[in-house]
Every structure is written in C-alpha cells, then in structure tokens.
C-alpha cells in the first residue's frame, strides 16, 4: 500500500473524446509524475509536476496536459485521443526539492485507459 | 538519449532455481540505477537501487551490483519462490533529470 490513488482505475473511451485522470498523492508528497504504460513496455515518462508547476516532460505533444493543486493531488488531460493512448497511465509521487529521481518513487496502481 | 536494454522474457523457474535478469544501460554521465517490480494488476515497486558504481542494492533476497566498466545491473537471486512471480523493470535516472527511464520489462514466472 503506497498511499498513492489513482482513479478510474479502467476508461473506455471513443477516438477524438477526452479524458481526465487523477491521482491524489502519498501525505507530504510535493512532486508528481505521470507515465505512459503500453501494453508489454516500460512506461513512458510524460511530465512532472513539483509545487504546482511543470517541471519537465518527455516527448508528448501538447495534447497531453496536467495540473498539480495545492494539496499536491494531480490530474492529467489528454485532447483528441487516439488509438495509441490506449495504455495504463501512472503517477508516481515524492518528496523533495524539483523531484530529483534519487528519492524513493511511489507509484499508484494505474488507470487503465481503453480507446474504441 | 538514454536508454535501458533488458533481457527478454518470458522467463520460467521451478521454485527454489537461481534467477538472473540481464540489464544494461547507455547514459552519459553517473545514472543511479533502479529494479522495479510489477505485481498483476499493480503499479510499480521500488525494489533496490544503487547510486553510484561498484555499490550493490539488496533488497528481499534480490541483489543488483552497479558495474560501470560494462554498463551493467543484473538482477539476482539465489532461491527464487512462486511469490516472486511478477514483471521486472529496470530503470535509470541522470543526475538532475526529472524522469525515470525503464527498460521493457521481464516477465518472471515461478512454478511450484
């Protein structure tokens, strides 16, 4: 049990449609992150969110987007969505000063997103 | 950029066999290097994790030692059981780098 909850845990839905995702971190967290798991892979890191702000992402285009809010809880959006999101999404959160990796991760369980 | 290569499963043990996973990586610099673990249906666990090289990350049985001259973090473990049946990632991050990258994984399966 990490403390880190994600919901839905499974979303379908159709091409073109968006969809929100959320996480509410581990008590004290202050840095979330958000990846992309493809069925068979390794996830995918998509962005980082520490005390509200964005604080790095890998090679997502825009369409992917996310918010942190004050109690650090997390969201992520995605526009327009394709067969390729099809996916399980995860945040992991921490503690610490921008997120630096050396800090131990904790990852929720997922939502698992299907697109029709 | 960076990457994480590992062996390719699936793996299948009887109970008690050794288990070795292959990993090996490409980044510039000092990465600290990570073994995560996937239970069915889970999100990811931080199984053990050495940070600089020669040291060696232990972690319920499970060993890993950081090897610089090959680029190297094998996951081991001398009895594996039918409990330790899960996916294995490994993983690496860089300095002030935000993110984690991973491997794609190795299904572990362990018969009685």
């Known amino acids: 049990e990490t403390g880190v909850t994600q919901s839905p845990t499974h979303l379908i839905k159709t091409r073109g449609q968006q969809v929100t995702l959320r996480c509410s971190s581990q008590?004290?967290?202050?840095?979330v992150s958000w990846y992309q798991q493809a069925l068979g892979q390794g996830p995918q890191f998509i962005f980082q969110y520490y005390r509200e702000e964005e604080n790095g992402r890998g090679n997502f285009p825009p369409r992917f987007s996310g918010l942190q809010f004050p109690n650090y809880s997390s969201e992520l959006n995605v526009n327009a969505l394709e067969l390729d999101d099809s996916a399980l999404y995860l945040c992991?959160?921490?503690?610490?000063?921008?997120?630096?990796?050396?800090?131990?991760?904790?990852f929720g369980d997922g939502t698992r997103l299907s697109i029709l | 950029g960076d990457s994480v290569t590992q062996m390719e499963g699936p793996v299948t043990l009887s109970e008690e066999a050794f288990l070795t996973i292959n990993c090996t990586y490409t980044a510039t610099g000092y990465p600290s290097l990570f073994w995560y673990v996937q239970y069915p249906g889970e999100g990811l666990q931080l199984l053990l994790k050495?940070?600089?090289?020669?040291d060696k990350g232990s972690n319920k049985g499970f060993e890993a030692t950081y090897r610089k001259e090959t680029t190297s973090f094998h996951l081991e473990k001398g009895s594996v059981q039918v409990s330790d049946s899960a996916v294995y990632f490994c993983?690496?991050?860089?300095?002030?780098?935000?993110?984690?990258?991973f491997g794609s994984g190795t299904q572990l399966t362990v018969l009685p």
């Open positions: 050495a940070t600089k090289a020669d």
């Open positions: 992991a959160t921490t503690t610490g000063t921008g997120g630096v990796i050396d800090q131990p991760q904790h």
């Open positions: 993983a690496l991050s860089r300095g002030s780098a935000r993110q984690l990258t």
């Open positions: 008590s004290g967290h202050n840095t």
